[in-house]
């Protein structure tokens, strides 16, 4: 790796140019002696071009999406326009506060109510909130609306929330919090939610069943109607995990499938950076009777004036986050939804969709797929099967060998049901060529599992840095630079 700045480090050098002091108080006078430091602070010194190569160099040799090819399965690592940086970045968004009076920002509301709109469109729902942040926390806030639902029903002993063995981890975690418990039923030979398997398993204690279409496995869920059918034949709720919904933009509703509440990830789906974990933002919808339940505010017009509702008191959730979400995130789903319109968005969704069956065809035979026999939508999941029975090669090496050839990794282990799984996700916003260099550096690294093994066991080998002892990393986590 390369020389950090403390190392480059000659003391008589420095990057700053600061007036003399001229305030004539002794610190100790200030500040309590146990909290003076005690001996000098070790700052590297280092000129201001030094500085500058740092940066750049920290810069350079992060991975991100602006740098190459990022099949992330289930994150949707699509390239996020650059006018939507340059648009929040304008003073009229960067310079308003939330608790401004309303009238001097009904832009933003506006902005905030059409966004609301939209999203109830493009997906078949009566109403969304933006106050979510995250896909988990909408998956919270939906269960926190079903909770409310059958409270209000009295019913409070619908303790138990159903979802499919190839849930995202989310899904469990969301509904523990929401004080529900989860019930796990199986997936079918095609990967699809075993309808037999969930009617066996709903009862009058069932509050909801959770599904994510296309699901993780990147399969189209087919049977929704009947699903909906067997969950609502007990009063329970039928709730869409709608991270992977941009497989599905202007072709289908979820809202109109028989789903009564869906979370947007509007990072994955409407274009935010979130390479870093946030910020996001994960809107829910609801159906028209659930609507009462909702956090507040939700903006709303009357006339031509657009205002934050606190209406509902009795029956909303409340607050779930404070203002009204993370506007900057939503700001950019709205310019990236207006920019489309609704053909864009329809061919979002195709081209990421025949791009990932694009790549499956051309890696089945050299990567295990096991459901191939029918079309994936905006990804799919391979496995490492063959070259671990072969040549003893795990999905881990093969993962730190594509990284070698200059790729981010695909998503690994998840879903869980398939053993040694690679989740491949191109999106909408790749080249064929691209597809083609990464399909080539695949079957490169297939090769090189029967030709050099050794090589994908020490893999990566042109990586700033080696492969990292995770589980020791965990155990002995040490932050620390020391110089
Ligand atoms: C990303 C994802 C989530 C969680 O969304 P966050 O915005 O990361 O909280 C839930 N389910 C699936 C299928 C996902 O891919």
New binding site residues.
């Given amino acids: 790796m390369a020389s950090t700045i403390f190392e480059k480090t000659s003391s008589e050098r420095k990057g700053y140019t600061l007036p003399d002091n001229d305030v004539n108080v002794k610190l100790e006078n200030c500040i309590p002696s146990e909290f003076c430091r005690k001996e000098d602070i070790h700052l590297p010194e280092v000129s201001e071009l030094d500085v500058m190569r740092h940066f750049l160099e920290l810069a350079h040799t992060n991975y991100c999406i602006e740098k190459g090819f990022y099949p992330l399965g289930?994150?949707?690592m699509k390239y996020n326009p650059k006018i939507n940086e340059t648009l929040v970045r304008n003073d009229s968004f960067n310079n308003i506060h939330p608790l401004q009076d309303e009238n001097t920002v009904q832009g933003a509301l506006e902005i905030l109510h059409d966004l609301q709109e939209s999203l109830a469109e493009i997906s078949g729902f009566e109403k969304v909130t933006l106050q979510p942040v995250?896909?988990?926390?909408?998956?919270f806030t939906g269960l926190k609306v079903i909770k409310a639902y059958h409270d209000l029903n009295n019913n409070p002993h619908k303790n138990m929330i159903i979802l499919p063995d190839s849930?995202?981890?989310?899904?469990p975690a969301s509904v523990v919090l929401a004080g529900f418990e989860v019930v796990e039923i199986k997936s079918n030979e095609k990967g699809l939610v075993d309808v037999e398997d969930l009617r066996a398993h709903v009862d009058e204690n069932t509050a909801g069943f959770m599904l994510?279409n296309p699901n993780?496995l990147g399969l189209f869920e087919t049977q929704v109607e009947e699903i909906a059918e067997i969950v609502h034949s007990v009063d329970g709720l039928v709730y869409m995990?709608g991270?992977?919904f941009n497989a599905i933009l202007g072709i289908v509703k979820p809202g109109e499938m028989g789903f009564d509440i869906m979370?947007f990830?509007l990072?994955?789906t409407f274009a935010t950076p979130?390479g870093g974990?946030g910020p996001?933002s994960?809107p829910i919808g609801v159906r028209k009777d659930l609507v009462q339940f909702l956090p507040t505010p939700m903006v709303t017009k009357k006339g031509n004036k657009y205002f934050m509702d606190y209406g509902n008191v009795n029956t909303s959730l409340g607050k779930v986050h404070s203002f009204f979400g993370n506007f900057a995130v939503n700001l950019r789903a709205y310019i990236y939804i207006k920019m489309l319109g609704t053909k864009g968005l329809r061919r979002v969704s195709e081209n990421a969709v025949i791009n990932a069956n694009y790549i499956q065809k051309k890696l089945e035979n050299y990567y295990y797929v096991p459901y191939k026999n029918q079309y994936c939508m905006h990804e799919f999941v391979a496995s490492g099967v063959w070259q671990k029975e072969k040549y003893g090669i795990r999905t881990l090496d093969i993962a730190k060998r594509i990284l070698d050839k200059g790729y981010h990794a695909p998503t690994i282990y998840f879903p869980l049901i398939v053993p040694e799984a690679m989740m491949i996700e191109p999106t909408e916003t790749e080249s064929k060529e691209t597809l083609d260099d990464f399909i080539n550096a695949m079957i490169e690294i297939a090769k090189e599992c029967e030709e050099n093994p050794d090589l994908l066991k020490n893999a990566p080998l042109n990586t700033p840095v080696r492969r990292v002892d995770d589980t020791l990393a965990v155990r002995q986590l040490n932050v620390k630079f020391e110089w």
């Fill in positions: 289930s994150c949707t995250a896909g988990a926390h909408g998956e849930a995202h981890g989310t899904n994510t993780t995990d991270a992977n979370h990830n990072h994955k979130h974990g996001g994960g």
